[in-house]
């Protein structure tokens, strides 16, 4: 099993209503008991992404290929011949 996150109880202040709150990476993540659960089909909560918390998005990022056959070569420029 791998640990993905932690998350804390927490209770909307307008509803009263219980939650699980938590990050996973960049991301905010809620889950919330199903009350509209009618089946065994539907889930008994349900995971969403806070919207109100967006995550930040870095306009210029590296080619990870690239920037890793740069630090290869770097590396390799340092290895007596």
Excluded: H
Aim: negative net charge; hydrophobic residues 35%; glycine residues 4%.
């Amino acid at each position: 099993m791998i640990r993905l996150t932690g998350l804390w109880l927490n209770t909307a202040a307008s509803t009263n209503e219980k939650y699980f709150r938590g990050a996973l990476g960049s991301a905010v993540i809620l889950i919330y008991k199903n009350n509209r659960k009618q089946s065994d089909k539907d889930p008994d909560y349900i995971l969403y992404l806070d919207e109100s918390k967006k995550p930040q998005v870095v306009a210029d990022f590296e080619d990870p290929i690239q920037a890793g056959n740069e630090a290869l070569s770097a590396l390799e420029e340092d290895v007596p011949q």
